[in-house]
T-cell receptor, first 113, second 111 residues
Framework: EAQVTQNPRYLITVTGKKLTVTCSQN?????MSWYRQDPGLGLRQIYY???????DKGDVPEGYKVSRKEKRNFPLILESPSPNQTSLYFC????????????FGQGTRLTVV | GEDVEQSLFLSVREGDSSVINCTYT??????LYWYKQEPGAGLQLLTY?????DMKQDQRLTVLLNKKDKHLSLRIADTQTGDSAIYFC???????????FGAGTRLAVHP
């Protein structure tokens, strides 16, 4: 089954404690991206990756890092989480020829206290 | 910059039609999309329309695009309780690698 898998689904952490949210897709998609969803703001793009070792900033990259060492994985790293990063995070993927992110992960709800 | 706006809430009776509206600002948008988000789930691509089209119909869904007014709408015919969800409008501008999302419209379907 074609899918985008994120882990964990829920996470509560403390300010300053580094964390990684993993994202994996099994469709051999070139393009992957991370969004955060906040009430009243919709989804905003954090980072995207056009292919292995190619990443770029989205609209709200501050406080986040990503890496794309393998095609299937695109982890989101918070080196020093802060309470304003409490949000719902989504990973998405599509093929290079696709015209949109047709596949989204189930989401990771992160709370930073 | 680019902006997408939509009303936050819509309540309809089961069996009626729902119309969710959206406005966008970027006239160079190539594709416009509707996503559905059910509680606790990710986003599901419902349908999309290319900017040179006025209308697209897919079973109970009808998308209307008024490019002059930068207005997009999603009509759901014979709305069912299973249609209760948040619906996001999104645009993709030419040359950009991101989608610009609206805040989402929560559709509540009542008996």
């Amino acid at each position: 089954e074609a899918q985008v898998t994120q882990n964990p689904r829920y996470l509560i952490t403390v300010t300053g404690k580094k964390l990684t949210v993993t994202c994996s897709q099994n469709m051999n998609h070139e393009y992957m991206s991370w969004y955060r969803q906040d009430p009243g703001l919709g989804l905003r793009q954090i980072y995207y990756s056009m292919n292995v070792e190619v990443t770029d900033k989205g609209d709200v990259p501050e406080g986040y890092k990503v890496s794309r060492k393998e095609k299937r994985n695109f982890p989101l790293i918070l080196e020093s989480p802060s309470p304003n990063q409490t949000s719902l995070y989504f990973c998405a993927s599509r093929s290079q020829s696709g015209n949109t992110e047709a596949f989204f992960g189930q989401g990771t709800r992160l709370t930073v206290v | 910059g680019e902006d997408v706006e939509q009303s936050l809430f819509l309540s309809v009776r089961e069996g009626d039609s729902s119309v969710i509206n959206c406005t966008y600002t970027d006239s160079s948008s190539t594709y416009l999309y509707w996503y559905k988000q059910e509680p606790g789930a990710g986003l599901q691509l419902l349908t999309y329309i290319f900017s040179n089209m006025d209308m697209k119909q897919d079973q109970r869904l009808t998308v209307l695009l008024n490019k002059k007014d930068k207005h997009l709408s999603l009509r759901i015919a014979d709305t069912q309780t299973g249609d209760s969800a948040i619906y996001f409008c999104a645009e993709k501008s030419g040359g950009y690698n991101k989608l610009i999302f609206g805040a989402g419209t929560r559709l509540a379907v009542h008996p």
